[in-house]
């Protein structure tokens, strides 16, 4: 059974370009309910640990460096079916391959400067969402 809650960022791109309105709005009218939130600036050594599945591959410097190069906002949310239905809803990783109305399509530059991050699976959004908050945060 799919979980209720799904775990996402926004990128430092698209918070510097001022589009996190605009983005959280998307995110409420989609019917998502944010249960925690907050602005932090990732350190590179907590870029790393974030990201620590991805070490060794060839992508892991430059997105540890991006995701510790200005503030993020993170969320905990929650909406029947949440990691499936909000990868869905932001978007191919890809912006020139995202759907259109997407939030990828409409504030992500690259595929590295995608706007927004989330989940992939029910585990590692339990996973990122308690990086960031604790058991308390979250409820």
Same mark, same amino acid.
């Given at each position: !059974?799919?979980g #209720?809650? #799904?775990f &996402? !960022?926004? %990128?430092?791109?698209?918070? $510097?370009?001022?589009? &996190?309105?605009k983005i959280? @709005? !998307? +995110?409420?009218?989609?019917?998502y309910?944010?249960?925690?939130?907050? %602005? +932090?600036?990732? &350190?590179?050594?907590?870029?790393? =640990?974030?990201?620590? !599945? =991805?070490?060794?591959?060839?992508?892991?410097?430059?997105?540890?460096?991006?995701m @510790?190069?200005?503030?993020i906002?993170?969320?905990?949310?929650?909406?029947?079916?949440?990691?499936?239905?909000?990868r *869905?809803?932001?978007?191919?990783?890809?912006p020139? %391959? $995202?759907?259109?109305?997407?939030?990828? %399509?409409l504030y992500?530059?690259?595929?590295?400067?995608?706007?927004? =991050?989330?989940?992939?699976?029910?585990?590692?959004?339990?996973?990122?969402?308690?990086?960031?908050? @604790?058991? #308390?945060? *979250?409820?």
């Amino acid at each position: !059974m799919a979980g #209720t809650i #799904t775990f &996402t !960022m926004i %990128k430092p791109s698209a918070f $510097a370009a001022g589009f &996190t309105g605009k983005i959280l @709005s !998307m +995110i409420e009218e989609g019917g998502y309910k944010i249960k925690a939130m907050k %602005k +932090i600036r990732l &350190t590179k050594e907590m870029a790393g =640990h974030f990201y620590e !599945m =991805h070490l060794g591959k060839p992508f892991y410097e430059e997105l540890t460096s991006f995701m @510790s190069s200005g503030p993020i906002v993170a969320a905990v949310l929650e909406k029947e079916n949440a990691v499936d239905s909000f990868r *869905q809803f932001i978007g191919a990783t890809d912006p020139a %391959k $995202a759907a259109e109305g997407t939030i990828r %399509k409409l504030y992500g530059k690259n595929l590295g400067e995608n706007a927004i =991050h989330g989940s992939d699976s029910d585990e590692s959004a339990e996973r990122e969402a308690s990086f960031f908050f @604790s058991f #308390t945060e *979250q409820n």
